[in-house]
């Protein structure tokens, strides 16, 4: 099982550019969680899908932010445009089916963005 | 609301001192409870999780918790800490059965000096 994977790892951009992070689940869950962590306010959620649904997006800074699930097994989380404050690293976290082993989230390795 | 507490924002041990930390949750219905663990550059990777029979919870690298519903506690012990267990620790709570969501705690940063 190759985990939660994430690309890119480290992303440098300009301030007003499009940033687009990726996200693929551990196959077989159906939950899927976008987190950013910064010194000041460390972990927050930003938004939570499941079953390709989003569920609560109450934690999207603002409308610059959007989330997507194309499908099952993957999901994007779209910055535009990008402004330094949104600086930090972003995990993206999978959980199976609500069942004998609960909802264990799973994290991915992030992506580290820094805008300029 | 759910919320979660963990009063120790640093702690600084010397290799083979014991640990605690601290993690209280207020929510009056029943919860699976996580401790996460994140290492210097790294993701947070589970440590371990209550989600229900023995309170007291074993999980890797000798670290257990022990869940105490009356004091809606759930603390994070190790007998000797090692230099390798400098990291972040995140304890984390879930309402059984109404989200999927972890509601995590601010983290405690422990450092151990060789």
């Known amino acids: 099982d190759a985990g939660v994977i994430q690309s890119p790892r480290h992303e440098v951009t300009e301030m007003g550019q499009e940033v687009t992070l990726r996200c693929k689940l551990i196959?077989?869950?159906?939950?899927l969680f976008w987190y950013r962590q910064t010194m000041m306010r460390g972990l927050e959620l930003l938004i939570y899908f499941n079953n390709n649904v989003p569920i609560d997006d109450s934690g999207m800074p603002e409308d610059r932010f959007s989330a997507k699930m194309p499908n099952a097994s993957f999901s994007t989380l779209k910055i535009q445009p990008s402004e330094p404050r949104d600086s930090a690293v972003y995990f993206c976290?999978?959980?199976?089916?609500?069942?004998?082993?609960?909802?264990?989230?799973?994290f991915g390795p992030g992506t580290r963005l820094t805008v300029l | 609301a759910q919320s979660v507490s963990q009063h120790n924002h640093h702690v600084i041990l010397s290799e083979a001192a014991s640990l605690e930390l601290g993690c209280n949750y207020s929510?009056?219905?029943?919860?699976?409870l996580f401790w996460y663990v994140q290492y210097p550059g790294q993701h947070l990777q589970l440590l371990l999780k209550?989600?229900?029979?023995?309170?007291l919870v074993k999980g890797i690298k000798g670290f257990e918790a022990e869940f105490i519903k009356s004091k809606f506690s759930f603390n994070l012990r190790k007998p000797s800490v090692q230099w390798s267990d400098t990291a972040e620790y995140f304890c984390?709570?879930?309402?059984?059965?109404?989200?999927?969501?972890?509601?995590f705690g601010t983290g405690t940063l422990l450092a151990v000096q060789p």
């Open positions: 976290a999978s959980s199976p089916p609500p069942g004998g082993v609960g909802n264990e989230q799973f």
């Open positions: 209550y989600f229900s029979g023995d309170p």
């Open positions: 984390a709570v879930n309402a059984r059965g109404a989200t999927n969501k972890l509601i």
């Open positions: 196959s077989g869950h159906n939950s």
């Open positions: 929510y009056g219905g029943t919860v699976n």
